[in-house]
């Protein structure tokens, strides 16, 4: 295969790649474009991300509501199981929604998914003015230990709850889907 062909036809890896996301209602897996992959910054037309901690937060808590999605969807059928149908259901359903949408990024579940990134770029920005510039990235990137990390990131979630619930803007994904 040629290695700068997404095997997602939308999401070509010269230009930004994407994820996907799929699931059964209890098992989910997350797959990403190869240029997520690449510690060359300039390969892939300049879409290597490999090393770009930001970009990966990006599109993850795009694909993380997705999982949601699917869990709502399982549920919404009724039928919890078997796996295997949930999952072939769900993504028969995705598609039906791509088509009736006329583009991957026009369904409504995409749409939804897109909050989850855009309250990680508002939650980054917040942490810039409440800590300091680039502060949660150079956390995430920094030596301390895990736990050290999530206590902090949790800290600071915390602070930015508080504040989107004050209503100063900022959209924010909390679990259930907007209405
Ligand atoms: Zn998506």
């Known amino acids: 295969m040629d290695p700068n062909q997404s095997i997602y036809p939308w999401f070509s890896s010269n230009s930004g790649g994407g994820g996907l996301t799929s699931g059964n209602g209890q098992n ?6 190869d240029n997520f992959f690449s510690g060359d910054p300039s390969s892939y037309n300049n879409h290597g991300y490999g090393r770009n901690t930001y970009k990966w937060l990006f599109i993850s808590s795009h694909e993380v509501v997705h999982i ?5 969807w399982a549920i919404s059928l009724g039928y919890y199981s078997p796996p295997m149908l949930v999952k ?9 929604q791509y088509a009736i949408a006329g583009s991957h990024d026009g369904a409504r579940n995409e749409i939804l998914a ?9 939650f980054d920005k917040f ?4 800590a300091s510039n680039q502060a949660l990235i150079k956390l995430l990137e920094s030596q301390h230990a895990d736990a050290f990390k999530v206590a902090q990131v949790d800290r600071w979630w915390k602070k930015y709850r508080v504040k989107v619930t004050k209503g100063r803007g900022g959209a924010i994904f909390l679990g259930n889907n907007p209405k």
Do not use: P, V, W
Not at 28 to 33: C, L, M, V, W
């Open 88 to 96: 072939n259901a769900y993504l028969g359903h995705a598609a039906g």
């Open 114 to 122: 897109d909050i989850g990134s855009e309250t990680f770029k508002d």
């Open 127 to 130: 942490i810039d003015k409440f």
């Open 68 to 72: 949601k999605q699917n869990i709502d």
């Open 28 to 33: 989910f897996s997350i797959h990403y474009t």
